[in-house]
């Protein structure tokens, strides 16, 4: 992740953004005016685009994963085992995102429904756990790590 700043003339500021949209995964692009009055200066966080290969479809993120029953057992099990007001591991917050991803997936087209939500919010929660410095779609973060831990465990 790196930060861009560009200092351009007001009437080129939407072509900026719009070829910086195109070339980087880019966040909100905060205006201000030039401190000499008459340009525009730019300020976004930003990281090279990614290659396919490196955000894993669903079906490639989970295509060696426990069945959905055996991961809800498995996180009951593990939220059993400790007391109240325990912080967990990555691990569990991982897999139960991917948990919750999974049982969303099965609701799919329907983006509006509790499972959906419920594995919106798990998401962001390991991306706030992770803070990572990328942008992009929570659950898509979800299954990448996934699938990389899957791999290495």
Request: charged letters at 25%; aromatic letters at 10%.
């Amino acid at each position: 992740m790196f930060e861009i700043r560009v200092i351009c003339e007001p009437a080129d500021t939407d072509h900026v953004v719009a070829a910086l949209d195109r070339t980087f995964n880019a966040g909100t692009v905060t205006v201000y005016p030039g401190r000499d009055g008459g340009r525009n200066r730019l300020y976004l966080r930003a990281d090279h685009r990614s290659t396919p290969e490196s955000w894993p479809t669903p079906e490639q993120a989970y295509a060696n994963a426990p069945s959905i029953n055996s991961e809800i057992g498995w996180t009951a099990r593990t939220l059993a085992t400790f007391e109240c007001f325990t912080e967990l591991d990555r691990e569990f917050y991982l897999r139960k995102a991917a948990l919750l991803d999974r049982i969303a997936l099965l609701d799919e087209p329907d983006t509006s429904g509790d499972a959906t939500m419920t594995a919106d919010a798990a998401a962001l929660y390991l991306l706030d756990i992770d803070q990572p410095g990328v942008i992009c779609d929570p659950r898509t973060y979800v299954r990448q790590q996934y699938a990389h831990w899957a791999k290495n465990h």
